[in-house]
């Protein structure tokens, strides 16, 4: 399984998304100096993002983008999903599929089966707050 740049991108801009949250909506143009990732391709992503309902835009001044949720609510599986889809390790995992002629007597399929599920499993303890680093015990005063 490969994780496309797309996928890495809409990762890293939720994480800063994360680490900026506010009530206040971000430009797309400081997301996208920051991150150093093309006007256009981000524009893209935050679509997908959007119509998935990870993050709320804006338009005109004082528009952009910000999280619907606090970052610790957003599951590292669910944003990489949205933009891919579908994480299977090999195409007879993936839902919807036409399963192979030898799935029945597949000495492999538990293998991969496997895979998938420590996969999910890993992608679903982490959170975008574990990400950013934002919401963990704070030992500040005041």
Known sequence: ??????????L?????????NSEEFIPVKEIAARQGISL?????????????R??????GKGGGYRLIRQPAEYR?????RLIEGNLAPVACLCEGMKKCDSSAECNTLPFWKGLEDAINSYLE??????????????????
């Open 40 to 52: 256009k391709y981000l524009e893209s992503i935050m679509t997908v993002l959007t119509k998935g």
């Open 54 to 59: 990870m993050l709320e835009s804006a338009s």
């Open 12 to 20: 890293r801009v939720m994480v800063d998304l994360a680490q900026h």
């Open 76 to 80: 590292v599986i669910d944003i990489l």
């Open 125 to 142: 303890q982490h959170t975008l707050a574990d990400l950013a680093g934002v919401g963990k015990n704070c030992s500040c005063q005041g």
């Open 1 to 10: 399984m490969m994780i496309s740049a797309k996928s890495r991108y809409a």
